[in-house]
Nanobody, 124 residues
Framework: QVQLVESGGGLVQAGGSLRLSCEAS????????MGWFRQAPGKEREFVAR????????AYTDSAKGRFTISRDNAKNTVYLQMNSLKPEDTAVYYC?????????????????WGKGTTVTVSS
């Protein structure tokens, strides 16, 4: 099992940027596909972005395309989510996720390794 710790959340005005980080420990980080989910109050946890173990392939939910960028540094055991042009509807708790599958599932119920989350609040 891998342990995941997120950081980088905070309060930002609409149009601003944040970079989330997720540091992993406990297992070989490069063996894991990684990604980010988010959960807004009263809503289900939803997929945001994912990246393969070697960083060769990424995918995003439609609302994140063109604004968010996921990346990873296997030497630092860290995955990042750069979020630009933030909107109030991006407000949520953002969770780092890991999977031993080639790609991270986009359904939360199929993911078994989670961080505790970091809160992002975008004010209008």
């Amino acid at each position: 099992q891998v342990q995941l710790v997120e950081s980088g959340g905070g309060l930002v005005q609409a149009g601003g940027s944040l970079r989330l980080s997720c540091e992993a420990s406990g297992r070989t980080f490069s063996a894991y596909a990684m990604g980010w989910f988010r959960q807004a109050p009263g809503k289900e946890r939803e997929f945001v972005a994912r990246i393969t173990w070697n960083g060769d392939a990424t995918a995003y939910t439609d609302s994140a395309k063109g604004r968010f960028t996921i990346s990873r540094d296997n030497a630092k055991n860290t995955v990042y989510l750069q979020m630009n042009s933030l909107k109030p509807e991006d407000t949520a708790v953002y969770y780092c996720a890991a999977s031993r599958l080639f790609t991270l599932p986009t359904t939360a119920s199929r993911v078994y390794d989670w961080g505790k989350g970091t809160t992002v609040t975008v004010s209008s």
